[in-house]
């Protein structure tokens, strides 16, 4: 596959013209549903939307209620959960074997974004089942260094593991997702261990932004962060 031909078969595009409408309604019925910074979503273009990851909800309520269909890599063990397995399917996610380097799904997340598309990642890797952040892992800095695309931070607050139990009781949870504005990460280069301290970092900043968009019991490993420091106090923003 070329890196810059990415092509979302027909039928693809029609489960997900049911899909969408299908899970925003659901969720709009389980729940009550807040969404802020719509206005910085870019018109058209490629671009990241990187998020949090407490649970399995965080993907269905971004992909449900986004205002287009963006393509979003997941980790590859959901595509063998029953249920789950179904939906991924028909969507047709990305899968991600985590902690492996895989040059096919790279180039597929790649030539995604070359295509113009909006690709869906959470930098932590895996679900946390705890509000709290955890460190990510480099792979968003890579994709976007190589991609050179602006990547779009996100939180999401109240798609903890207990959100179905709690709907289902008839609490109608609130869920959130709060969008920030667009970031372009410094390039990257140097010697091999320039670049990993480069993308561990640019991953940090990435995550940091997601953190001023969400409460401090979410903040978790980022709490502490100097660019949320910064914002605290009205100073200006690390480089």
Known sequence: MSLDTYHVPLYIRFARWIL?????????????VEITGMANIPRDGPYLIAINHVSLFEAPFILSFWPVAP???????????PGQSILVRLYAGIPVHRGEYDRK??????????????????????????????RAHPGVAYIMDRARVPVLPVGIVGTTDDFLKRALRGERPLLEMHIGKSLELPPISGSAEKRRIARYNNADSVMAHIATLLPPEYRGVYADHPFLRTEATGGDRPA
């Open 71 to 81: 393509e979003a890599a997941g980790a590859s063990d959901i595509w063998h959960r």
């Open 20 to 32: 969408r409408p299908t899970i925003r309604g659901l969720l709009l019925l389980l729940g009550r």
């Open 105 to 134: 799904v790279i180039d597929k997340m790649l030539s995604a974004l070359r295509s113009g598309r909006p690709l869906l990642i959470a930098p932590e890797g895996t679900r946390s089942h705890t509000p709290g952040m955890r």
